[in-house]
């Protein structure tokens, strides 16, 4: 894969990252078995979870959906068990000078909106499992850049754009290293590193490391 560097600024090449056909249909395979097997194994802590949150005391439905910007700006609805309160997104304007941290994403520790099965299912990443769905649709992958919400995207300079050149995913070289211990550079530099070292024997690494993460948690919150 080609790509060009200015500085510290790697630009990729969208043909060069897009035409590999065989690593894209033998990662589309693997996205479908391991999250339509995951799905069936997970099932009881679905239930589990799915009782947690319905019973938590903040009144809000189970799973939160929200709208996400996909591959090539393409929008699409994303799930995950919801950890805040009903109302959080018409929160987010009263909290953004509290952001820690430095660009297009919002990050606080000590969220206020969070709830307290929230902060539990958030510190072990077990409320992104419901983005299985969406693997298994096509709109994400097990692994890739976390897809952004609108509002961030159009912020985004065209070097952060080159994040939205593959199908986004689940979990990716930021949430198994540096996580929210780097800022939204940091995390964009993790993201095209990984979109130039893809392929499947990468992509199997950061899937095992994720699941060391969920054990051990790193910088979640």
């Known amino acids: 894969m080609t790509s060009t560097t200015s500085g510290k600024e790697v630009w990729l090449n969208p043909k060069s990252v897009q035409n590999r056909p065989v690593y894209f249909a ?38 939160y959906v929200q709208e996400r910007v996909g591959k090539n700006g393409k929008h699409f609805n994303m799930y995950k068990f919801r950890s805040m309160i009903p109302n959080a997104y018409a929160e987010l304007d009263k909290l953004k000078s509290y952001n820690e941290v430095d660009g297009a994403m919002f990050k606080m520790k000590d969220d206020p909106r969070i709830t307290k099965i929230g902060k539990f299912i958030r510190k ?47 979990t990716g070289l930021w949430q198994v290293t540096d996580r929210n211990n780097t800022d939204f550079n940091g995390a964009v530099k993790l993201d095209i590193k990984y979109i130039q070292k893809s392929c499947f024997t990468y992509d199997m690494k950061i899937m095992f490391e994720t699941v060391l993460v969920m054990i051990k948690p790193n910088a979640a919150y």
Not at 32 to 37: D, I, P, R, T
């Open 26 to 63: 033998i990662k589309r395979i693997t996205d479908v078995l391991f999250s339509s097997l995951g799905l069936i194994v997970l099932s009881p802590l679905f239930l589990t979870l799915s009782l947690l949150v319905k019973f938590d005391g903040s009144r809000g439905n189970v799973f």
């Open 124 to 170: 072990y990443s077990l409320d992104e499992l419901p983005q299985l769905i969406n693997v298994i649709a096509g709109q994400m992958s097990l692994v890739g850049p976390r897809p952004p919400i609108p509002s961030e995207v159009a912020e985004y300079t065209k070097y952060d754009m080159q994040r939205l050149l593959v199908v986004p995913g689940c």
